[in-house]
């Protein structure tokens, strides 16, 4: 199994552009989650799917973040306009069902200028 | 919604000596424990985990306990190899779906 798939691996823009992080699961798994880590607040939980439908967006900063699965094996992270507060890496996981162990992907350093 | 309390933020500790890392949670309905290891520039590993009808789990160097009055749960590093110098994480999952709340994270340094 290839785990879970993000890309891209780095991204650097300016802000006020549109960024988009996409995430493939590794095949099977019903859950998805989205985290973003930063040295100030650690990892935090953004928002998760089941079964492609998002359970809890409590943790999505503001109205800029807006995440989507389509389908079972993809989903998008955008972040419309972005800041230079929104740099951080930004990891994505999947898990088989709940109270399962997430498996995270190597995530996408982001840098806003 | 649940908070997690990790400690220490930082552990120096001798090759060979054991390391000991806590965390605390506050959800009493909280039903799962992972442990996380994360290497620099990598992504978070599981490690081990436990559950809560589990007092104590073990996989070769490292081990688990699980206090539920308390609501606290620790991690044992034995026999520390230079290798085992990472960050790691403990989270807790509240009992309603899959969501993981992180503790702080705890840089550990074996010195050889």
């Known amino acids: 199994d290839a785990g879970v798939i993000q890309s891209p691996r780095h991204e650097v823009t300016e802000m006020g552009q549109e960024v988009t992080l996409r995430c493939k699961p590794i095949?099977?798994?019903?859950?998805l989650f989205w985290y973003r880590q930063t040295m100030m607040r650690g990892l935090e939980l953004l928002i998760y799917f089941n079964n492609n439908v998002p359970i809890d967006d409590s943790g999505m900063p503001e109205d800029r973040f807006s995440a989507k699965m389509p389908n079972a094996s993809f989903s998008t992270l955008k972040i419309q306009p972005s800041e230079p507060r929104d740099s951080a890496v930004y990891f994505c996981?999947?898990?088989?069902?709940?109270?399962?162990?997430?498996?995270f992907g190597d995530g996408t350093r982001l840098s806003i200028l | 919604g649940e908070n997690v309390e990790q400690h220490p933020s930082t552990l120096s500790v001798q090759e060979g000596d054991s390391a000991v890392i806590k965390c605390t949670y506050s959800?009493?309905?909280?039903?799962?424990f992972p442990w996380y290891k994360q290497e620099l520039g990598k992504r978070p590993q599981l490690i081990i985990d436990i559950r809560s009808n589990v007092g104590e789990k073990k996989d070769q160097r490292i081990a688990v306990t699980l206090n539920k009055t308390a609501k606290h749960f620790s991690l044992h590093i034995t026999e520390t190899q230079p290798e085992d110098s990472a960050v790691y994480f403990c989270?807790?999952?509240?009992?309603?779906?899959?969501?993981?709340?992180f503790g702080g994270g705890t840089r550990v340094l074996v010195k050889p």
């Open positions: 959800d009493s309905a909280s039903n799962y």
């Open positions: 095949s099977g798994h019903d859950y």
């Open positions: 996981a999947s898990s088989w069902t709940g109270n399962q162990p997430q498996h």
């Open positions: 989270a807790a999952s509240e009992a309603a779906g899959n969501k993981l709340t």
